[in-house]
RNA sequence: CGAUUCAGGCAGACUGUCGCGGGUCGGGAAAGCCGGCGCGAGGAAAGUCGGGACAGCACAGAGCACCAUACUUCUUAACAGGAAGGUGCCCGAAAGGGUAACAGCAAGUGCCACAGAAACAUACCGCCCUGAACCCUGAGCUUGUCGAAGGGUCGAAGGGUAAGGGUGAAAACGCGAGGUAAGAGCUCACGCGACGGGUGGCGACACUCCGCCGAGGUAAACCUUAUGGGCUGCAAGUCCAAGUAUAGAGACACUGAAGCCUUCGGGCUUCGAGAGGGCUGCUCGUCCGUCGUCUCAGGGUAGGGCGCUUGAGCCUGCGGGCGACCGCAGGCCUAGAGAAAUGACAGUCGCCCCGCAAGGGGAACAGAAUCCCGCUUAUUCGCCUGGGUCGUUGC
């Protein structure tokens, strides 16, 4: 099943296109400490997938090893957290696009990003279900 | 034992669970499949400051310009690095240590504020010499508006003088003596400095040596001399190449649009076009072509591959050298990503600090991006090893 709690690599956006696609018509909500960004794509080429694009400002942390230090922990939580979008995803057979933009000055321990990636996810869950409830 | 200083080294370890990037082996038709094994940040990975390797472009040779370097020798692939040494300056009682834009202003040119007479050949004051004129005295005889000689508290003018005064950051090598009209390296002793020679040293340079000389400073002023330097950087560069558009090649087709009628072959009406070029200036004719479709094609975007880690490599031993470093032998393979892996959690042990103890607290600076050699900067009131110096105690 694709809910275990990996992270390989087609679950990383990559391409420029992509991450031009996603910033240009994705949806924007705030979720302290991150700036979610999200995309539903139906890609019928390829099986159901969440992807995951991280990214903290070099203007917020100024020393790599700090910026280094946030990436891995916003990775780590998310591969835990994850799961929730891959079961409405395969329910209704469409894949998902997700930025995480580290917003915070300050690095929040691991257990914090545990809780704030997991409210992250309840988010656009939410908001999926909402929006496929209301009639077109 | 403590303090201080120099040199070198370390940068917690292990286990479990989950996860990531390469590699490799096995299964599988294959996969974004399954499993095993092994590797996966630093001493500065940093700053990007020097130097190279490598790559592309440019390039006959030489010169000019420009830039860089600038005590010597050595070291190195190379360097503005390093080692050993020289010289000046600074610290120190000494031993010793630190430091230097450390070639040339006795090649040329420029500049040297203010002050001062003068900033490189100049005389303001002062000193000294000559001394017109004037004054005093006045031999003499031609008795004059004469005048030898002498003197003067007067001194036009000319000249000498850099010892003294004053100015300045700096004033004619310093100081003493001789000397002189007064003075002056004019002469002499001592000292300082330049050049030539001698001796020692590979050399920078040194010397209680000899000769000759005395010349302001400034080259982070132009400049001179010597040496070196093409430009750009792995986002270099190179290979494959979807889609879209298309100069080019080939084939086919060929007046265009709208409306109406139709037996679907076509017909009628209206509007627009009938362009351009060659063969002859014009007309005709003819050829190329304009417009459309398809195929080929080249360059090339997205994307992907290579470059990409075996190298001036690391470790150990022996040998050479004061040293930087070099030689030989044996062993080892030690990240290679690409919106960018090297992580998370738990436990045990070790280290440091506080505490009698239970226990509590702490662990810096910081993250590979083509690769090396250096330099610089950051780093725990950290730890370990060795050397020097000083202090205290004991023998």
Known sequence: ???KEGFPKYERICKENDIALLFDK???VSVYPFRVVYLFRRDDSRPVTVRLLVSVSKKRFHHAFKRNRVKRLMREAWRRNKGPLYEICEKDNISVDVALVYTATVIHSYDEMLAKTKKA???IVK???KH???PR
Request: aromatic letters at 6%; glycine letters at 14%; zero cysteines.
């Open 1 to 3: 099943m694709m809910t």
């Open 26 to 28: 994705g949806k924007g």
């Open 121 to 123: 996810v309840q988010e």
């Open 127 to 129: 908001r999926y279900e």
């Open 132 to 134: 496929s409830q209301t």
